[in-house]
T-cell receptor, first 113, second 115 residues
Framework: DADVTQTPRNRITKTGKRIMLECSQT?????MYWYRQDPGLGLRLIYY???????NKGEISDGYSVSRQAQAKFSLSLESAIPNQTALYFC????????????FGPGTRLTVL | QQQVKQSPQSLIVQKGGISIINCAYE??????FPWYQQFPGKGPALLIA?????SEKKEGRFTISFNKSAKQFSLHIMDSQPGDSATYFC??????????????FGKGITLSVRP
């Protein structure tokens, strides 16, 4: 969905490197989420934010940090990447006033060597 | 602890057949049950959703059946087409408003519809 964009779309990095994944949305939604997808494990929530001043850990936040720079921007950082962080990462948004539908970005494929 | 469990893990159906994907949940406070569809190289997108006040919801060829007492819901795809080949995730959340509103996803199943 072009309303939710993620950069970069693909990234290969080395163990120990710091990397940032960025998410921007033009939907005007207040809530934003970061998920990772692994084969056989489905979608797992890393962090979520219900507004600019609200940041919450998800089920697998260890090794990750986030920053909500503005209502439209939510970044995910890996301070020191490790190989088991190789995965497909998705950003999603939702509108607190219009139900629970989440709108996903196209994903970032991250490979940590 | 996996709160939302999907079955089967993968499914192969012939064109024109019925695809059935099941989902079981544990938390009786869940009150919103969506199905998301994901095509290769794309992010998941909402397909259809149901709330516990109804037992069935139909949108075109897609139907959700909901059994509150069994804590189960299922997705039925009638007249399955090759274009339905995708990964399907069930999810659940509670409540629909408030600070705890976040989705819990199942592990997903891959559906292949053979021509």
């Amino acid at each position: 969905d072009a309303d939710v964009t993620q950069t970069p779309r693909n990234r290969i990095t080395k163990t120990g490197k710091r990397i940032m994944l960025e998410c921007s949305q033009t939907k005007g939604h207040d809530r934003m989420y970061w998920y990772r997808q692994d084969p056989g494990l489905g979608l797992r929530l890393i962090y979520y934010s219900f507004d600019v001043k609200d940041i919450n850990k998800g089920e697998i936040s260890d090794g990750y940090s986030v920053s909500r720079q503005a209502q439209a921007k939510f970044s995910l950082s890996l301070e020191s990447a490790i190989p088991n962080q190789t995965a497909l990462y998705f950003c999603a948004t939702s509108d607190s006033g219009r139900g629970d539908t989440q709108y996903f970005g196209p994903g970032t494929r991250l490979t940590v060597l | 602890q996996q709160q939302v469990k999907q079955s089967p893990q993968s499914l192969i159906v012939q064109k024109g057949g019925i695809s059935i994907i099941n989902c079981a949940y544990e938390n009786t406070a869940f009150d919103y049950f969506p199905w998301y569809q994901q095509f290769p190289g794309k992010g998941p997108a909402l397909l259809i959703a149901i709330r516990p006040d109804v037992s069935e919801k139909k949108e075109g060829r897609f139907t959700i059946s909901f059994n509150k007492s069994a804590k189960q819901f299922s997705l039925h795809i009638m007249d399955s087409q090759p274009g339905d080949s995708a990964t399907y995730f069930c999810a659940a959340t509670n409540p629909s408003t408030g600070a705890n509103s976040k989705l819990t996803f199942g592990k997903g199943i891959t559906l292949s519809v053979r021509p």
